[in-house]
C-alpha cells in the first residue's frame, strides 16, 4: 500500500506563534485518518499547507508522490480541500455553486454525479436556494460536493462538522464511510472524539506536535489500567477531595461521573473511606474503560510530553 500523504520535519511560525512544530506523520492509500486537537493546535495550519495554500519554514510535505510546494499546480487539480469556514459563494444557488466548480477542473456535474449523487440527494429538491440559505448541515453537504465533484483521490477536511447539529454530523461520517469505500483517501480533522474513533488511524496534535500517532482502539488501552470512575451524592466537593489525594494524578468530569488518574499507590476501599469521613458521602470508584479523550487530556496536560 502507497502512501498519499507524507509529512517529514514540517514547521511554521507566524511571529512568536509556532503554529507547527517539527511535525511528521504519513496517510496510507484508501484510509480514513483522522486529526484531533483543540483549537489553536496547528490543525488548519498543517491543511493549508497540504493544499498548496501556505509554505511550510521547514521540513517537507508530500500529497500523492507530488511535492506541496513545488507541484502545487499538479496537487491543486488533484486533491479535493474543504476548510473549516464555509468557502463558497452564498450568493449563488447550490446548483450554480456545483456547476462553478466543475468548470473550474474542467469536468461536468453530470460526467461525475454518480460520486457525489449519496451526498447531494438531500440538495437536489431545492437547486435554486442561495447557498448562504441553507442550513449548517446542507451547506456542509454542499461544500463536500464541490470539494468531489472532480473525482479526487484525496480529500482534506478540516473540522468538516464544526456548528453542525448531531444527526447532519452522523450523516456526514456515514457519508465519508461510503468515500473511503469507493477508494477515496481521507484526512479529516476534528475537535469531537466520537468522530475520531471512526477513523482507522489518528494523530493527536497540540500547541503544533504530534503527541501520538495510532488506532483508536490502542491509544484507548493506553489509558485503562490507571484510570477509575468516581461518584457520589455530593460530585463537586468529590471532585475536590479527590485533587487532595497524593495518590490521585488527575481528576476531571467525564459525563455523569468523574475519570480518576490514580498511580501505584492507589487503594479504592482505602480511598472511599478517607472521603467519606471528610464528610463527603456515597462515595463509589470502580475501574473504568478509557478512551481516546481521556488520552488526550493525560498528553495535553504534559503527563508524556
Excluded at 486529526?35 to 508530500?62: F, N, Q
Excluded at 436556494?129 to 465533484?149: T, Y
Aim: glycine share 8%; aromatic share 8%.
Amino acid at each position: 500500500m502507497s502512501r498519499v500523504i507524507e509529512i517529514d520535519g514540517l514547521s511554521k511560525t507566524y511571529g512568536n506563534i509556532k503554529a507547527l512544530d517539527n511535525v511528521s506523520f504519513s496517510v496510507e492509500e484508501g484510509e480514513m485518518f483522522g486529526l484531533i486537537g483543540p483549537d489553536g493546535a496547528g490543525k488548519s495550519s498543517l491543511y493549508r499547507i497540504l493544499a498548496t495554500l501556505l509554505s511550510p519554514d521547514s521540513g517537507k510535505a508530500t500529497v500523492l508522490g507530488h511535492d506541496c510546494v513545488a507541484d502545487y499546480r499538479i496537487l491543486r487539480k488533484l486533491i479535493g480541500y474543504m476548510p473549516e469556514r464555509f468557502s463558497l459563494y452564498p450568493d449563488m444557488t447550490v446548483s450554480e455553486n456545483l456547476n462553478f466548480f466543475a468548470s473550474l477542473f474542467g469536468t461536468t456535474v453530470k460526467e461525475n454525479y454518480s460520486l457525489i449523487a449519496p451526498v447531494f440527494g438531500q440538495l437536489e429538491k431545492f437547486p435554486d436556494r442561495r447557498a448562504g440559505d441553507l442550513s449548517g448541515g446542507m451547506k456542509q453537504k454542499l461544500a463536500l460536493s464541490c470539494a468531489l465533484i472532480h473525482r479526487p483521490p484525496l480529500l482534506l477536511l478540516d473540522e468538516p462538522t464544526t456548528g453542525v447539529d448531531a444527526v447532519s454530523r452522523s450523516e456526514f461520517w456515514d457519508m465519508l464511510a461510503t468515500l473511503r469505500r469507493q477508494g477515496i483517501s481521507i484526512l479529516v480533522s476534528t475537535s469531537y472524539m466520537d468522530e475520531a474513533s471512526r477513523c482507522e488511524r489518528i494523530a493527536m496534535i497540540d500547541h503544533g506536535q504530534i503527541l501520538r500517532v495510532d488506532t483508536p482502539a490502542a491509544l484507548a488501552a493506553s489509558v485503562s489500567g490507571n484510570l477509575y470512575n468516581a461518584v457520589s451524592s455530593d460530585m463537586f466537593r468529590l471532585l475536590e477531595g479527590l485533587r487532595k489525594l497524593p495518590e490521585v494524578n488527575d481528576c476531571y468530569t467525564f459525563g455523569a461521573t468523574l475519570h480518576v488518574v490514580i498511580n501505584e499507590n492507589f487503594n479504592p476501599e482505602a480511598v472511599v473511606s478517607r472521603l467519606e469521613d471528610g464528610g463527603i458521602k456515597d462515595v463509589s470508584i470502580y475501574p473504568a474503560k478509557g478512551d481516546i479523550e481521556d488520552l488526550f487530556i493525560k498528553l495535553t496536560r504534559n503527563d508524556e510530553r
